[in-house]
């Protein structure tokens, strides 16, 4: 690993950005300040030295497991809105009943 930050061919200081495809998980880069910018440079070299095979097995298992868990979230979260949102509309149709009720009640009683 280096020490300093490299002037990419654009005169900048590179910045640090992390790899996330499966070959290289978690490993730091450096790489041009104006990437995605119509007419950077593409300068490109490696902060963090090679993963081991383990490493990147274990790596790639754990992201696996983080984006399962978060879809998990994600549905329990849309389930308990679906469920707050049904209780809500029970109550308004309960209150609107009870309030039918309360009127028919009130005419029954003009009767007798």
Partial sequence: METGIPICRCGLEAKIATSWTDDNPGRRFFCCKNYGKEGHRRFFAWYDATLTPRARVVI????????????????????????????????????????????????????V
């Fill in 60 to 111: 790639v298992g754990l992201l696996r497991k983080v984006k399962r868990m978060e879809r998990a979230r994600r549905i329990e979260r849309i389930c308990w809105l679906c469920l707050l949102i049904f209780s809500i509309t029970m109550v308004l149709v309960m209150n609107n009943f009870s309030m039918v009720m309360w009127n028919v009640f009130g005419e029954v009683m003009k009767l």
